[in-house]
């Protein structure tokens, strides 16, 4: 096996770092679905159901909220584990720009996509020793001109930030 170079060595290294919230959160069984349904249609005005979780990764603990118009809400919970939350969401973030939201007791932080993704609403916050995303993807149609997009997306994700309880 070939050793890390200077180039593969970040790479290797924010690949452990994802790693070791994983194995943390699973070895003390935490329930990845955080919000009720009705939390969630109080406060987004959309009709929710039951969380689902998803499939353990090494991205943290997930969980859906389907709505029966097909949109839903996903919420990502990652241990931090010392790890610098700037450089989880950039891993988490698919490249794209955390935008502050100004005040924020958690840092809470929107994302502004790249310009080749089309604009969703997606919120990250850091509370107790995690990273929690939540992402909005299908609330704003891929086809809304990427100006107004943009400004829709951070409209939602400002709403989770002030309507939605902080967790964990």
Same mark, same amino acid.
């Given at each position: 096996m070939k050793r890390p170079? /200077?180039?593969?060595?970040? %790479? %290797? /290294?924010? @690949?452990?770092?994802? %790693?070791? =919230?994983f194995s943390t959160a699973m070895a003390?069984? $935490?329930a990845p679905c955080w919000f009720t349904p009705e939390q969630i249609n109080q406060a987004l005005g959309t009709r929710f159901g039951k969380g689902e979780p998803e499939a353990a990764t090494s991205a943290g603990h997930g969980c859906y909220y389907r709505a029966a118009d097909k949109s839903y809400l996903f919420v990502n919970t990652v241990r931090l584990d010392g790890a610098p939350p700037a450089m989880m969401r950039k891993l988490l973030g698919g490249g794209g720009k955390?935008?502050?939201?100004?005040?924020? =007791?958690d840092n809470a932080t929107t994302l502004e996509t790249? /310009?080749?993704?089309?604009?969703?609403?997606? %919120? /990250?916050? &850091?509370?107790?020793?995690? @990273?929690v995303l939540l992402s909005l993807p299908s609330m704003v149609p891929a086809t809304t001109p990427r100006a107004q997009a @943009?400004? &829709?997306?951070? $409209?939602?994700? &400002?709403?989770?930030?002030s309507k939605l309880p902080r967790v964990p």
């Open positions: 170079t /200077a180039k593969t060595r970040p %790479l %290797l /290294a924010g @690949l452990l770092i994802a %790693l070791a =919230p003390q069984g $935490q955390a935008v502050p939201i100004a005040g924020d =007791p790249r /310009a080749d993704v089309p604009p969703f609403p997606d %919120l /990250a916050y &850091e509370r107790k020793g995690y @990273l @943009l400004r &829709e997306s951070r $409209q939602w994700a &400002e709403k989770m930030a």
